[in-house]
Protein backbone atom coordinates (compact mmCIF):
# COMPACT_ATOMS: atom_id res chain seq x y z
CA UNK A 1 0.00 0.00 0.00
CA UNK A 2 3.05 2.47 0.50
CA UNK A 3 4.13 2.17 -2.78
CA UNK A 4 0.58 3.32 -4.27
CA UNK A 5 0.37 7.22 -4.77
CA UNK A 6 -3.46 7.08 -4.82
CA UNK A 7 -3.35 5.30 -1.45
CA UNK A 8 -5.67 2.63 -1.64
CA UNK A 9 -6.59 -0.73 -3.56
CA UNK A 10 -8.95 -0.47 -6.94
CA UNK A 11 -12.39 -1.44 -6.70
CA UNK A 12 -14.48 -4.05 -8.69
CA UNK A 13 -16.62 -0.98 -10.20
CA UNK A 14 -13.76 0.51 -11.10
CA UNK A 15 -12.34 -2.41 -13.44
CA UNK A 16 -16.03 -2.75 -14.38
CA UNK A 17 -16.39 0.64 -15.12
CA UNK A 18 -12.55 0.50 -18.00
CA UNK A 19 -14.52 -2.81 -19.25
CA UNK A 20 -17.25 -1.46 -20.00
CA UNK A 21 -15.59 1.62 -22.08
CA UNK A 22 -13.14 -0.88 -23.89
CA UNK A 23 -16.03 -2.44 -25.19
CA UNK A 24 -18.13 0.72 -26.01
CA UNK A 25 -17.67 2.24 -29.18
CA UNK A 26 -16.24 5.75 -27.50
CA UNK A 27 -12.97 3.23 -27.66
CA UNK A 28 -13.43 1.84 -31.16
CA UNK A 29 -10.37 3.87 -32.48
CA UNK A 30 -8.19 1.93 -29.38
CA UNK A 31 -6.33 -1.26 -30.59
CA UNK A 32 -3.54 -2.70 -29.01
CA UNK A 33 -3.34 -0.72 -26.10
CA UNK A 34 -1.99 -1.54 -22.51
CA UNK A 35 -3.67 -0.38 -20.20
CA UNK A 36 -1.57 0.26 -16.48
CA UNK A 37 -4.40 -0.26 -13.86
CA UNK A 38 -2.66 -0.10 -10.74
CA UNK A 39 -3.04 3.42 -9.01
CA UNK A 40 0.12 4.64 -9.92
CA UNK A 41 2.06 2.12 -8.45
CA UNK A 42 4.20 1.59 -11.98
CA UNK A 43 5.10 4.97 -12.48
CA UNK A 44 5.90 5.60 -8.87
CA UNK A 45 8.42 2.33 -8.78
CA UNK A 46 9.95 3.57 -11.81
CA UNK A 47 11.95 5.88 -10.55
CA UNK A 48 15.38 5.24 -9.89
CA UNK A 49 15.18 7.32 -6.22
CA UNK A 50 11.89 6.56 -4.89
CA UNK A 51 13.28 4.63 -2.06
CA UNK A 52 14.41 7.95 -0.46
CA UNK A 53 10.43 8.81 0.68
CA UNK A 54 11.99 6.61 3.44
CA UNK A 55 14.36 8.70 4.19
CA UNK A 56 13.90 10.56 8.17
CA UNK A 57 14.28 14.05 8.25
CA UNK A 58 17.26 13.88 10.57
CA UNK A 59 18.82 11.77 7.57
CA UNK A 60 18.35 14.03 5.28
CA UNK A 61 19.80 17.19 7.46
CA UNK A 62 22.74 14.52 7.95
CA UNK A 63 23.10 14.37 3.92
CA UNK A 64 23.10 17.79 3.53
CA UNK A 65 25.94 18.47 5.74
CA UNK A 66 27.61 16.30 4.23
CA UNK A 67 26.95 17.80 0.96
CA UNK A 68 27.79 21.50 2.02
CA UNK A 69 30.69 20.70 3.83
CA UNK A 70 32.38 18.77 0.54
CA UNK A 71 35.39 20.79 -0.84
CA UNK A 72 34.10 22.90 -3.70
CA UNK A 73 30.55 23.09 -3.07
Not at 15 to 26: F, G, K, M, R, T
Not at 33 to 40: A, H, K, N, P, R
Amino acid sequence: MNRIPAGRLGEAEELANLSAYILSDYASWMTGSVITFDGGEFNYMAGEFNALHSVSTEEWDMLESLIRNTKGS
